[in-house]
């Protein structure tokens, strides 16, 4: 199974900020890395697929970069509802599998 | 684009055994990937496999393998998944998803499904 590694697990951060999430896969998976949005008591929703591709209706402040196996997600100039757990997820093959998760607390 | 809503909360008792539905809205059911996920509480996420609802296809994570069973009515445009010999450690939340472009992405989810097993 690939293992995707993200860090930090939380992060403290404000309003108007910048910050930066890292997830390392265990083997190189092509394009093949998507980051998603979850707020608590809700479902995930898709953000960033394909490394670097914003899904529609996604603010431009997101973005996702990277290759091989390290790959980040940046969130500029931060917002409120921004703040959430935001997980990683590869699709080169099964089992599919998610980071661990970042909480971006204020 | 595609609404998908599940089935509400389950309590189960140890052994026993759950089903989850997942009805999609929109016309493009027969042609999609299902995929069922699930979150323990406060825990990360985890990809349980998928169903193709065309041709019944699955395939599942090999963890799963031999207590889990993911099937889909055309008809009425809703996958199932049913999940037998659950322990206390099934207790999660299951989503269903879209995996788009042949499984490469998953968007929409359903809003999840609670299961609680306890004795």
């Known amino acids: 199974d690939i293992q995707l590694t993200q860090s930090p697990s939380s992060l403290a951060a404000f309003v108007g900020g910048r910050v930066t999430i890292s997830c390392r896969t265990s083997?190189?998976?092509?394009?093949?890395l998507n980051w998603y949005q979850q707020h608590p008591g809700k479902a995930p929703k898709l953000l960033i697929f394909?490394?670097?591709r914003l899904r529609s209706g996604v603010p431009s402040r997101f973005s996702g970069g990277g290759s091989g196996t390290e790959f980040t997600l940046t969130i500029s100039n931060l917002q409120p509802e921004d703040f959430a757990t935001y997980f990683c997820?590869?699709?080169?093959?099964?089992?599919?599998?998610f980071g661990g998760g970042t909480k971006v607390e204020s | 684009q595609v609404l998908l809503v599940q089935s509400g909360a389950e309590v189960k008792k140890p052994g026993a055994s759950v089903r989850v539905s997942c009805k999609a809205s929109g016309n493009n059911f027969i042609t999609s990937e299902i995929n069922w996920v699930r979150q323990a509480p406060g825990q990360g996420l985890e990809w349980l496999g998928l169903?193709?609802?065309?041709?019944?296809?699955?395939d599942y994570a090999q963890k799963f393998q031999g207590r889990v069973l993911m099937t889909t009515n055309t008809s009425i445009t809703t996958a199932y998944l049913e999940l037998t010999r659950l322990t206390s450690d099934d207790t999660a939340v299951y989503y269903c998803?879209?995996?788009?472009?042949?499984?490469?992405?998953?968007?929409?989810w359903g809003q999840g499904s609670p299961v609680t097993v306890s004795s």
């Open positions: 997820q590869q699709t080169f093959n099964t089992p599919l599998t």
């Open positions: 169903v193709l609802p065309m041709t019944g296809n699955t």
């Open positions: 394909g490394v670097s």
């Open positions: 998803a879209i995996g788009e472009a042949r499984g490469q992405w998953f968007d929409p």
């Open positions: 083997q190189t998976i092509s394009t093949f």
